[in-house]
């Protein structure tokens, strides 16, 4: 218990130590060339918590059309645009795949063995900060993929996939209906 305990916690530290640098903007020229799909990064603090982070992979957010009332509402329209996706997929990848029925998958996941969700993401497009109604402070951050992945959209992932402990608990959120799968492209 300890061990696991231990890894979600060094886990969290290096992603917060790695989302807290500064990324790289895309070039013009390498945004002209992508046609999506994009990852998106939606960062928060709630009264009397931690940072949390949730991510999502889709075409294009459009802000008019999150809701800006209070922080359960934002979250809501946000996954109604986007698809959700952990944002700690480095633990348990492969019996995450399993659980999933993509056993065969396991062969284009190559990508799982070089890197970590946040160095496919370097290339930062744009970065929007709102401040919500009832006062929670947002940043949402649209990041471009490495063009050699692939996604896969599975509906069917409640009792395979588990919130991480800097996300809100994705059961009670009504618009998560799946979750975005990063397969090697083929």
């Known amino acids: 218990m300890m061990k696991y305990i231990s890894v979600i916690f060094i886990s969290i530290i290096l ?3 790695c989302g807290s640098s500064k990324p790289r903007f895309a070039a013009v020229e390498e945004l002209h060339q992508y046609k999506g799909p994009y990852y998106l990064t939606i960062t928060f603090t709630p009264k009397n918590i931690h940072p949390m982070t949730m991510g999502g992979i889709g075409g294009t ?3 008019e059309f999150l809701r800006k009332n209070n922080l359960d509402d934002f979250i809501e329209s946000f996954y109604e645009q986007m698809t959700y996706t952990p944002i700690l997929m480095s633990a348990g990848y492969w019996s995450i795949l399993e659980c999933l029925g993509l056993n065969k998958a396991k062969d284009r996941v190559k990508w799982h063995n070089n890197f ?3 160095y496919l993401t370097s ?3 744009e970065e929007n900060k709102l401040i919500l109604k009832d006062g929670n402070h947002i940043v949402i951050r649209k990041y471009k993929f490495f063009k050699d992945l ?3 959209y599975v509906e ?3 009792g395979c996939i588990m ?3 800097i996300e809100f608990d994705i059961n009670k959120i009504k618009s ?5 799968i990063l397969l090697d492209d083929e």
Do not use: C, E, G, R
């Open 163 to 165: 919130s991480s402990s």
């Open 15 to 17: 992603f917060i130590a």
């Open 123 to 125: 290339d930062l497009i």
């Open 176 to 180: 998560i209906n799946k979750v975005a």
């Open 150 to 152: 692939d996604v896969k």
């Open 61 to 63: 957010l459009s802000l």
């Open 116 to 118: 970590y969700l946040n």
């Open 156 to 158: 069917d992932f409640k």
